[in-house]
């Protein structure tokens, strides 16, 4: 999971077995409230949900955050966001076997 705001940006990888999640090597609570922090800060920011499935490929979720409201991004918007250099606004190479998804609502409250 990315969180971002601005220019700060906090990540934090865990895994998934089933029914049981469990926080990334080396990752602590306070790395999660970093995250999570990001979105409170009360501008507008966004949270990306990176999945790697079979060996090679990654699929990914995008919503905009802003206030209480999750806006979930389209396959076609994540991909022009991954797909565009930040500071730069130059555009990036696709990377290989990474599928963008529409990503589903978000009941927040």
Do not use: K
Request: glycine fraction near 12%; proline fraction near 7%; aromatic fraction near 8%.
């Amino acid at each position: 999971m990315t969180a971002s705001a601005g220019v700060s940006t906090a990540v934090v990888p865990f895994h998934n077995t089933g029914d049981r999640t469990y926080l990334g090597q080396g990752i602590e609570l306070a790395d999660v409230v970093e995250a999570t922090s990001l979105t409170l800060v009360g501008g507008p920011c966004g949270i990306v949900l990176r999945t790697n499935e079979e060996e090679g490929t990654s699929r990914v979720w995008g919503w905009r955050l802003d206030g209480d409201a999750a806006t979930p991004l389209t396959a076609g918007e994540l991909c022009r966001v991954y797909s565009t250099d930040w500071l730069t606004g130059a555009p990036l190479p696709q990377e290989p076997g990474l599928y963008y998804d529409d990503a589903p609502h978000l009941p927040l409250i």
